[in-house]
């Protein structure tokens, strides 16, 4: 199945959507109504954190009135929280929001894990994706001359590693990105890897650093007090929030025809969770993407809503985009051992 294929949900479905949530609506508590926790595997603040609160205050209403937490399990680049996921009780109380870096290149960044995240962790149904954002300190680009994106790669060509990409870390989708775009251009952007986004955002509005390839939320504030100049997003179209920035099929002179890194995030459960447990959960998550609120909150983050078109789909996209991100690590040389 082509993986566009497992896009089921778009805010122009309405009917669709609006079947979705009348089914979720009826829906009766799980595991006796005992308290359903979602683990967030990163600190309190982020857009994943703000992403399980949302569903925190939404899955009430269609989990028959159940109560619904979130518990941060910040560590280990978000390992902590999926452990936590893998090794619940598989009763449908805990779900977590697990990305893809953590599902397809965790394997392949360390060399032991404390799950197998194919083999440890349900799936549930995807629940967004978004892409990159590609920016630079606007005095540098000025100074440089990086007037759009083959600017600064051309640029880097004739200056190898004297431009410095700051990413919130090693083995990060940003850290992986750009060794695949110096890969396949000839660029030669340093990478530069700092314990968090927040303290290279800060450097790269200083200076010290020259630009990222990071998620949307924290990077364009500074696009739009004109800090930051925005030169490309990491998937192969343009993203709807930002219609003015090239996507990467756009720079196919520069060999990124086929270049596009997409991030994404799942719900997982615990593994040996029952089949119908799953189903309902299923049902009371889409409902809840499905609500127009939920979609206007996620869209300043970057986020698209995106569901899987069952459990069994989700499964199989995980399967299908290891080997691409397996390349991307191997591309990269990250090891996080």
Not at 4 to 18: E, H, S
Not at 111 to 129: C, E, G, Y
Not at 246 to 256: R, S, T, V, Y
């Amino acid at each position: 199945m082509p993986a566009r294929r497992r896009i089921l949900l778009r805010t122009a479905a309405a009917p669709l959507l609006a079947g979705l949530a009348a089914e979720g609506a009826r829906a009766q508590p799980i595991a006796g109504g005992r308290t359903v926790r979602i683990i967030v595997p990163f600190p309190p603040g982020g857009a994943i954190d703000i992403l399980g609160r949302l569903l925190a205050d939404r899955l009430p209403a269609q989990l028959g009135g159940q109560t619904v937490v979130v518990e941060n399990r910040a560590g280990a680049g978000g390992m902590l929280g999926a452990d936590a996921v893998a090794k619940a009780a598989p009763d449908g109380t805990t779900i977590g929001i697990i990305g893809v870096t953590t599902l397809c290149a965790f394997p392949f960044l360390h060399s032991r894990m404390p799950f197998d995240p194919q083999k440890d962790l349900t799936p549930v149904t995807q629940i967004t994706d978004g892409s990159l954002l590609c920016v630079v300190n606007a005095d540098t680009a000025r100074r440089r001359g990086w007037t759009d994106f083959r600017a600064l790669i051309a640029w880097s060509r004739e200056n190898p590693e004297q431009v410095r990409m700051g990413s919130s870390g090693t083995g990060t989708s940003s850290h992986l990105n750009i060794a695949a775009i110096n890969h396949l251009t000839g660029a030669r952007i340093l990478h530069v890897p700092y314990r968090g986004g927040g303290p290279a955002i800060q450097d790269l509005l200083s200076g010290t650093i020259d630009m990222m390839f990071d998620v949307m939320p924290a990077l364009v504030p500074h696009v739009q007090s004109g800090r930051f100049k925005a030169l490309a997003v990491s998937s192969a179209e343009r993203v709807p929030s930002l219609p003015d920035v090239p996507g990467m099929k756009e720079f196919a002179d520069l060999g990124l025809g086929d270049h596009s890194v997409v991030t994404w995030n799942a719900i997982m459960t615990a593994p040996g969770t029952p089949e119908p447990v799953v189903a309902r959960l299923e049902r009371a998550l889409k409902a809840v993407a499905a609500e127009p609120g939920f979609v206007e909150r996620l869209r300043p983050l970057g986020y698209g809503t995106v569901v899987s078109e069952s459990p069994a789909a989700l499964r199989r996209l995980i399967e299908a985009e290891t080997p691409k991100w397996r390349r991307l690590v191997e591309i990269s040389g990250a090891r996080l051992d």
